[in-house]
């Protein structure tokens, strides 16, 4: 009798024992989910700003092509402004000290020619 209950003794600390070991897996195989779930969340973060970088690096450089293109528009508008009236100024002379005065005005200077005729 007293052997049979040794064995349930034993029998119920093994029992007792393996529990633990399968709550002790579990725990630990939980642990192992929650590390790659925060993992991917990580890289997924990591990821997203790196589109975000992407995407705002790629709006700049549109930016900087559209800023050199409308440089490049108004220095176009400006030689072909100074062009009609370098041709303006060859078919009528008589414009000239206007033409230098409107120069002038657009420098800042002040100086004060009717317009001939």
Known sequence: SEMLAQSLQD????????????????????????QDEVRSEMLAQSLRDEVKSEM???SLQAEVKSEMLA????????????AQSL????????????????????????????LPG
């Open 56 to 58: 705002l690096a790629q």
């Open 87 to 114: 041709q303006v100024l060859e078919a009528y002379p008589e414009l000239q000290p206007w033409f230098t005065a409107e120069q002038a005005r657009a420098r800042g200077a002040v100086p004060i020619v009717p």
């Open 71 to 82: 440089l490049s528009l108004r220095d176009e508008v400006k030689s072909e402004m100074l």
């Open 11 to 34: 029998e119920v600390r093994s029992e007792m024992l393996a529990q633990s070991l399968r709550d002790e897996v579990k725990s630990e195989m939980l642990a192992q989910s929650l």
